[in-house]
């Protein structure tokens, strides 16, 4: 009797112990919970992808790395690259360096880990691109780029030779006063009653598009090249953007939504770009008026190129109506 009578009184003392115990673990737990709990990686990666693509790759930052591009913009001289690469930069999945590192036509000596260092910082899954619009036509830009990547990707916007031409004289008078006047120059004799053009001026050589296309295409095939219409990207860039982003694999993000059109510059701008309070339209130099050009040596010179469009037109598959 004795030792159930001892028992009776253990009971309610074991009973207090466990609840005491009970309560501290409680405690404890929600001490960590509270301490740790909003720093869990679990808690992290679900509030990332709560927020969106973009905010999913700021939180991968630390993972982020400099490489070689994927995909390069390698022409045309004035045909609207720098357009195409300000539109692009808009997708959360392109890395684009925003200077032309002119690395496979004027530095290619420096290395391939000197032209790495100079692209942006990249998270796996992002495309990292570059412009260099001289590559196109420089004889040894194909197969360094090749020996770089053979599967790199290649775009070029090629706009009608004639007005892209005229775009590069007026540049070029611009920043160099004192020029011949655009008919001196394009044709041999200075005078358009020769009819005899001087291909090998720079305005006039850069827009003999097949001529070019055939060196590239010596080295990668045709449906690693993709070619933008110059034209389109201004009147319809959404449309010229969002084939672009299918020849690099990505979802189609930059749409109409991102573009209204300036009716002073006649060129499209961006409604707010990322990081921006304000619309953006390109520099001053961009949709500038062009020289006055005499309507009979326009006549002459689209002569001239007419076969070299056509042969254009065979190679690519595709008639940009110049």
Request: with cysteine; hydrophobic share 40%.
């Amino acid at each position: 009797m004795a030792g159930s009578h001892h028992f009776q009184q253990d009971v309610p003392r074991v009973l207090h112990k466990l609840l005491f115990m009970f309560s501290l673990a409680v405690v404890c737990a929600s001490l960590y919970f509270i301490l740790f709990g909003c720093s869990s990686p679990f808690r992290s990666a679900g509030a990332t992808g709560a927020v969106g693509a973009q905010s999913a790759n700021v939180g991968k930052d630390w993972t982020a790395t400099r490489r070689l591009p994927q995909a390069i913009i390698i022409g045309v001289k004035k045909g609207g690259t720098r357009a195409l690469l300000e539109f692009l930069r808009l997708h959360p999945d392109i890395r684009a360096l925003g200077s032309e590192p002119h690395f496979f036509d004027r530095h290619y000596s420096r290395g391939l880990n000197w032209y790495r260092n100079l692209m942006p910082k990249a998270l796996e899954g992002q495309v990292v691109l570059e412009k260099t619009p001289r590559y196109f036509v420089t004889a040894d830009s194909p197969g360094r780029i090749h020996s770089m990547s053979q599967e790199v990707k290649l775009i070029v916007v090629v706009r009608d030779p004639v007005t892209r031409a005229i775009s590069d004289y007026t540049q070029i008078i611009s920043k160099t006063p004192g020029v011949p006047s655009f008919e001196t120059l394009t044709f041999h004799n200075g005078t358009e009653e020769a009819l005899k053009v001087d291909n090998l001026w720079s305005p006039i050589w850069i827009g003999l598009y097949a001529l070019h296309l055939e060196r590239w295409l010596a080295h990668f095939p045709l449906e690693q090249i993709h070619f933008v219409h110059g034209e389109r990207l201004v009147s319809d860039p959404a449309g010229e953007l969002g084939r672009v982003q299918d020849f690099l694999g990505l979802q189609r993000i930059i749409t109409d939504k991102h573009f209204y059109f300036n009716k002073t510059k006649g060129f499209p701008c961006l409604k707010k770009p990322e990081g921006s309070s304000k619309p953006h339209c390109l520099g001053r130099t961009k949709g500038r008026p062009h020289a006055d050009i005499h309507p009979q040596v326009i006549l002459r010179l689209r002569q001239f190129y007419q076969p070299h469009n056509l042969r254009f037109y065979q190679m690519t598959g595709q008639d940009f109506g110049w």
